[in-house]
C-alpha cells in the first residue's frame, strides 16, 4: 500500500493563493514557539532523568554533561522520525520509532513535573494520583504537541509555502503601493477643486463691492429757480 506525503496534501488546498502567505507567517509563529518549548522540554527531561535514577538506584551516564546529550535525544528523536513518517506513510517504522522516544521523553517529563510523584524517591510503589494526571497533560499539551509537533509541523509548512508567500507578498506590496498613489491622486484634486472654487468665489466678491460702469451713479444737476423769480414771472 503507497503512502502519501501529509505536507503535499495540505499545502496543496493553500498553494497558489493568498492564503499561502498567512499561513506561512502562522508557521514561522509556531516554529518560534516550538523551539522555545523544546528548550524547556529539554531542561525537564534532563532533571526528570536525575529524578529517575534517583527513583531506582541507578546510574545511566559517567560524564554530567552526557546527560544533557541524552535529555535532548529523545526530543530529536521524534522530530526525526515523526518527520520521516509524514513524508512517507507507508514507513510504519518510522512511527514505531517516534513513538517509543516520545514514551521516554514523556516519562521523564511527567517524573519531573510531578516532583518524583509517578516514582517515588523512596522507591515505594508508582502513584498515578492527581498530580501525575494534571503533569501528564501539561506535558502532552506543551510539550509533545507544543514542542515536537508544532516543530514538525511548521518546519515543513515553512519549506513548502516558501515560494508561494513570496509571490504573495510581492502582490501585496504592489496593491499597497498602487492604493497609496491612488489616495495621494484624489487628495491633489480634491485641493484643486477647493482652490478653485475659493478663488471663484473671491471674484464674485470683489465684482459684487466694485460698481458698474455701465449703471449711472446718479442724475445730472438742475438749476432750480429761486421763489422771487417764479413770483416775477407770475407779474409779468
Known amino acids: ?45 534532563y532533571e526528570g532523568l536525575i529524578f529517575l535514577e534517583q527513583a531506582f538506584g541507578i546510574r545511566t551516564v559517567s560524564w554530567e554533561w552526557m546527560r544533557l546529550v541524552m535529555a535532548i535525544t529523545p526530543w530529536v528523536g ?9 513524508l512517507d506513510t507507508s514507513r510504519k517504522w518510522a512511527l514505531a520509532a517516534a513513538i517509543l522516544w516520545f514514551v521516554l521523553d514523556f516519562v521523564s517529563d511527567v517524573q519531573f513535573r510531578s516532583d518524583a510523584a509517578l516514582f517515588p524517591l523512596d522507591g515505594s510503589n508508582p502513584q498515578i494520583n492527581r498530580t501525575v494526571w494534571v503533569s501528564a497533560a501539561l506535558t502532552f499539551i506543551y510539550f509533545t504537541i507544543g514542542a515536537e509537533l508544532f516543530i514538525t509541523a511548521s ?38 477643486r477647493g482652490g478653485n472654487s475659493g478663488g471663484g468665489n473671491n471674484n464674485r466678491h470683489q465684482q459684487r463691492n466694485q460698481p458698474r460702469r455701465d449703471v449711472p451713479q446718479g442724475q445730472p444737476r438742475r438749476d432750480v429757480p429761486n421763489l422771487a423769480e417764479l413770483l416775477s414771472d407770475l407779474d409779468e
Open 155 to 192: 518546519s515543513a509548512m515553512v519549506v513548502t509555502l516558501f515560494p508561494d508567500a513570496i509571490k504573495e507578498f510581492a502582490k501585496l506590496r504592489a496593491s499597497i503601493t498602487v492604493a497609496f498613489r491612488d489616495a495621494e491622486r484624489i487628495l491633489k484634486q480634491a485641493e484643486q
Open 78 to 86: 521524534q522530530i526525526v522520525f515523526l518527520g520521516l513518517w509524514s
Open 1 to 45: 500500500m503507497a503512502g502519501q506525503n501529509i505536507w503535499d496534501t495540505l499545502s496543496s488546498k493553500v498553494r497558489g493563493g493568498p492564503m499561502s502567505f498567512s499561513m506561512f507567517i502562522i508557521a514561522l509563529v509556531a516554529f518560534g514557539i516550538g523551539i522555545s518549548l523544546s528548550l524547556e522540554d529539554w531542561m525537564s527531561s
